[in-house]
T-cell receptor
Framework: KQEVTQIPAALSVPEGENLVLNCSFTDSAIYNLQWFRQDPGKGLTSLLLIQSSQREQTSGRLNASLDKSSGRSTLYIAASQPGDSATYLCAVRRGSQGNLIFGKGTKLSVKP | GAGVSQSPRYKVAKRGQDVALRCDPISGHVSLFWYQQALGQGPEFLTYFQNEAQLDKSGLPSDRFFAERPEGSVSTLKIQRTQQEDSAVYLC?????????????FGDGTRLSIL
């Protein structure tokens, strides 16, 4: 059974710092991996999607990497801002039309 | 609208009542998913539709949970004889389907509180 783990559970950093969020999964047979952002009381916003054949994806200040063989992904946030404060969720997809399996998320707080 | 729309946003019900939660996916999206998110947890899969066909309902926690998508667009998640452990946020997501590696787009969810 696929399990997704995210560490740390919570992180507080001063504005301007670069930071890394970690995600690990137990079964390397994934179709893709997706990073989401969730603001309080809101749904999930897709940030980056990495196909199983890819090593990384970048969008603005965000960079996500994938090492499928070791079951790991990282989300790198450069020059963090208070507006980045949210919960970040990692999810893996089993097949091309399958559901997502989520971690519990990392709650990020960026202090001005 | 352009995104996934869920209604109601909040629902309070007494234990034992039946509730119905609605999801309007993005127009033209073939795939529709329901997830349940407990406080402080990641979303957990409930069920999946491709058009009107319910292809996977393995995540439904009991036979009190029922979902339908009769015309392949709007979907309804129904919970019968609600219990306190049903309190959670119910999220709906849609994706185009048939196109590899398309992200799932989520609605804002329905927050269900069972008293």
């Amino acid at each position: 059974k696929q399990e997704v783990t995210q560490i740390p559970a919570a992180l507080s950093v001063p504005e301007g710092e670069n930071l890394v969020l970690n995600c690990s999964f137990t079964d390397s047979a994934i179709y893709n991996l997706q990073w989401f952002r969730q603001d309080p009381g809101k749904g999930l916003t897709s940030l980056l999607l990495i196909q199983s054949s890819q090593r990384e994806q970048t969008s603005g200040r965000l960079n996500a990497s994938l090492d499928k063989s070791s079951g790991r992904s990282t989300l790198y946030i450069a020059a963090s801002q208070p507006g980045d404060s949210a919960t970040y969720l990692c999810a893996v997809r089993r097949g091309s039309q399958g559901n997502l399996i989520f971690g519990k998320g990392t709650k990020l707080s960026v202090k001005p | 609208g352009a995104g996934v729309s869920q209604s109601p946003r909040y629902k309070v019900a007494k234990r034992g009542q039946d509730v119905a939660l609605r999801c309007d996916p993005i127009s033209g999206h073939v795939s529709l998913f329901w997830y349940q998110q407990a406080l402080g947890q990641g979303p957990e899969f409930l069920t999946y539709f491709q058009n009107e066909a319910q292809l996977d309902k393995s995540g439904l926690p009991s036979d009190r949970f029922f979902a339908e998508r009769p015309e392949g667009s709007v979907s309804t998640l129904k919970i019968q004889r609600t219990q306190q452990e049903d309190s959670a946020v119910y999220l709906c997501a849609s994706s185009p389907g048939g196109i590899p590696n398309q992200p799932q787009h989520f609605g804002d969810g329905t927050r269900l509180s069972i008293l």
